[in-house]
């Protein structure tokens, strides 16, 4: 019985084949849709839940509420010494384990005592511990072996493959870490290659007691300091309590730092927070926010409803075709259960269809989509979730779609249906149809109006003024060893040679930067530092013209290799309660209790040092040599390609042991918005697709009101109808229901899009050009959507329309 419904299922289809592909395309778009969400979803909630201990894990973070605008200050790192207070004062604290990261890092391999070649890497220094919470793999040596001694480190994989060829190769074998004191590091194991979700994309790790011989000897004891690359992770007992965890760990902040830094705490972040939480951020620099994460899950449900929503539309307008069938079926003893289960077997197989079209498609489309969120994502069929994913998909498609169609047609009372005197209130009506093109362009409106908004936020990140020049300029490492150091004013003025370059700076970093150093101060001979924290540039003189810097009060600093005088930006005097910025001028800068003082003399128009996400907050410039990291180098955009054939050259001749990389400003500062930039991709994809669906549920609807009002269209072009009477008469009622849908949506769009522009402290206006815009371009192309069928119902002959009359 069950194979004769499908067969006869089976055939209706191929019979019907402009109706079969109308549904499959919708249905395989919609589910599509859904298993790419699905996908994302799944890799981002993946993220370093494959270690053992993963409930038991915390990263021990800080906060605080001393920047001076009464908003919390949150950081992923903690002063170095908490970990080792943990471990001895913390019952419930089974393990510690300490990190660190040094990004873009130069280092060299020696091969037969000569350097033969050169890498920039990011280097982890790690606690042995480490690897007793987090489940990565050694292939050779292990944790406790390899990363206790100063000087041992061990690669991943693929980082010794491309470091010595293949991995056995490189143990036993150094490297030269090209910081300020060339460390030689030597290999002595190796791990397997970390897995794409994971937040730790360890290369290079060192172990963590060569930091006590480094330059960094002096911080591993300051209480005060925190850097975010630092962190701290625990393994909590499991009968632990995590609420009295951090009670404690604020008492362990009030008992070790200074009384004036009260403020500041820290707390345990669960491991299965951190891929998620924007405020503390995470190693890969890439965050997927759980707010982001329900948008898509809603997205991916909407696009499946409309794909259900539409295949209704449609069927429902082939069931004035199918009335005589219904008919015919009754009178040779079907019943209504017998018919409804054959409408269902349609649908059903209809959807399998589609679930093999969308399996397709989503493998043609995955590849687009790693490229754009920079993924490795899988489409693994055979696995456990995707496979019950696609069954509760296919159960839910078939039910959604098929069940209100199947109770419809096989309620056709049979004498009625074989006279053909089926009417669009014996099969619900064109009220419920209505009904469901007003929902899908709801829908559809929401995606577009919040695309435009995206983008439109896109577009004002990219054209909005930061307060100093970010175009051509190039942005150069400063190798970091007192040697390089020593050359910085000799390459610049070799720089300055090039007929191409206008301007030269080096400094720690250039206005706007993803590496900044924070510091609180002291201010005016006062005896407590500033409840706030302000950015410090460190910078030559030359910083000002090189960046566009515009000065206010008072003059730059002079040329100098060390402290002598500062420059403050506006917010800076305003925080410390001058609005005349004249009136700070000759104050006294005390940095780090009398370590740098010297007075301010200038103050520069506020710019942005951060991405526009964040107000601009408080900046003081001043130069001092040994923290230069970057040379800022402004060039005439039309010599761009003998400038840096040129910089190349020069580098090389100074630098010979470092990496030549460069970067250009602009395109570093567009990297702050890279999230954005993949959503308002997303967005434009996933209108599209509410867009095309909605368009076929729309030419289904005109399809049921062209074959309803067959005889009407008839009688009024034997009248002396026009053909564009008859297509406007078909099409004037879309527009209303595209109207009508655009004002459910709208007000929609506009709280939840408005909510997501708080994130952000510089942010594009809700135009009325933004919706203006969703719902002309909606009523366009239903227009051309719907076109073809209002025609040719226009154009057909009244006496074919007339003679059952």
Request: aromatic fraction near 12%; hydrophobic fraction near 45%; charged fraction near 15%.
């Amino acid at each position: 019985m069950i194979g004769n419904y499908y067969k006869t299922a089976y055939r209706n289809l191929w019979r019907n084949k402009s109706y079969a592909l109308l549904n499959i395309a919708g249905l395989a778009i919609g589910i599509a849709a859904s298993i790419l969400i699905f996908i994302v979803i799944r890799f981002e909630t993946s993220f370093d839940n494959f270690h053992d201990k993963k409930e038991n894990i915390y990263r021990i973070a800080s906060y605080s509420l001393n920047n001076g605008n009464g908003k919390e200050f949150y950081s992923g790192g903690v002063a170095f010494p908490v970990g080792p207070a943990l471990q001895s004062g913390f019952p419930q604290v089974k393990k510690v384990a300490r990190i660190l990261q040094r990004e873009g890092e130069p280092v060299a391999i020696n091969i037969s005592g000569v350097e033969r070649k050169k890498f920039i890497t990011s280097i982890f220094y790690v606690e042995p511990d480490f690897f007793s919470l987090f489940n990565f793999k050694w292939l050779s040596g292990n944790a406790q072996s390899v990363l206790t001694a100063p000087n041992s480190a061990a690669l991943s994989k693929s980082t010794a493959e491309k470091y010595f060829g293949n991995w056995q190769n490189a143990l036993g074998k150094t490297i030269i870490h090209r910081n300020s004191q060339n460390e030689i590091y030597t290999i002595n194991g190796i791990i397997e290659d970390v897995p794409v979700n994971t937040d730790f994309p360890l290369e290079v790790m060192a172990s963590y007691s060569t930091l006590q011989h480094s330059d960094m000897k002096d911080n591993l004891n300051d209480w005060v300091s925190t850097w975010s690359e630092a962190c701290t992770f625990v393994e909590l007992d499991k009968n632990a309590s995590v609420s009295a965890f951090n009670k404690e760990l604020i008492a362990l902040a009030k008992k070790h730092k200074p009384a004036e830094y009260a403020k500041d705490a820290y707390m345990a972040q669960p491991l299965s927070a951190i891929h998620y939480d924007e405020r503390f951020g995470n190693y890969r620099h890439h965050t997927f926010s759980k707010g982001l994460i329900t948008a898509l899950e809603l997205i991916g449900i909407f696009l499946l409803l409309m794909a259900c929503v539409n295949f209704i539309n449609l069927a429902t307008a082939q069931a004035v075709h199918r009335s005589k069938e219904v008919g015919v079926r009754k009178v040779l003893g079907s019943n209504r259960w017998q018919l409804a289960i054959q409408f269902l077997s349609e649908t059903a197989l209809l959807t399998a269809f589609s679930l093999i079209a969308a399996i397709g498609i989503s493998y043609l489309a995955l590849p687009f989509l790693n490229t754009l969120l920079e993924t490795s994502m899988q489409l693994n069929i055979l696995s456990a979730n995707f496979l019950i994913f696609l069954l509760l998909v296919f159960i839910s498609v078939t039910f959604l779609s098929g069940i209100y169609p199947a109770i419809i047609l096989s309620g056709f009372n049979p004498i009625v249906a074989l006279k053909t005197k089926i009417t669009s209130k014996m099969i619900g009506g064109i009220s419920l149809r209505r009904a469901l093109v007003v929902l899908q362009f709801s829908i559809s409106h929401i995606l577009v109006i919040g695309m435009l908004i995206v983008v439109s936020q896109m577009n004002y990140f990219k054209n909005a003024s930061l307060g100093f020049d970010k175009e051509a300029i190039i942005n150069l490492p400063i190798p970091d060893d007192s040697a390089s150091h020593a050359k910085i004013e000799f390459v610049k003025q070799k720089l300055l040679q090039h007929k191409g370059i206008k301007h030269v700076s080096a400094s720690f970093a250039s206005p706007s930067s993803s590496g900044n150093w924070s510091s609180d101060f002291k201010f005016d001979h006062s005896d407590k530092p500033t409840i706030f924290s302000a950015n410090l540039k460190w910078a030559d003189a030359d910083y000002f013209k090189t960046y566009d810097l515009r000065l206010i009060a008072g003059r730059l600093f002079h040329p100098s290799d060390t402290v002598r005088e500062f420059v403050v930006n506006e917010t800076t005097a305003k925080l410390l309660g001058y609005s005349n910025p004249v009136a700070i001028l000759g104050k006294e800068v005390n940095l780090w209790d009398g370590v740098i003082k010297a007075p301010i003399v200038g103050v520069v128009k506020d710019f942005n040092s951060n991405s526009l996400r964040s107000p601009i907050g408080s900046v003081i410039i001043a130069p001092q040599k040994n923290y230069y990291g970057v040379f800022g180098v402004k060039i005439n955009a039309a010599e761009e390609k003998n400038v840096l054939a040129f910089t190349e050259k020069l580098w090389n001749e100074h630098f010979p042991d470092h990496v030549y990389a460069f970067s250009f400003l602009d395109q570093k500062i567009a990297a702050f918005y890279k999230q954005e930039e993949q959503l308002s991709q997303l967005y434009k994809i996933f209108a599209a697709i509410g867009i095309f669906i909605s368009c076929l549920g729309l030419y289904g609807l005109v399809s049921f009101m062209a074959a309803q009002r067959t005889r009407e269209v008839g009688i009024r072009k034997v009248l002396g109808a026009m053909p564009r009477h008859i297509v406007y008469l078909l099409s004037k009622e879309f527009s209303l229901l595209i109207i009508i849908a655009f004002l459910v949506a709208a007000p929609i769009a506009y709280y939840a899009m408005h909510q997501w522009l708080q994130n952000y402290s510089y942010r594009t206006p809700l135009s009325f050009w933004i919706f203006f815009i969703a719902i002309a371009g909606s009523m366009v192309i239903a227009w051309c959507t719907v076109g073809y069928r209002a025609i040719k119902a226009a154009l057909a002959n009244p006496v074919k329309n007339l003679r059952n009359e």
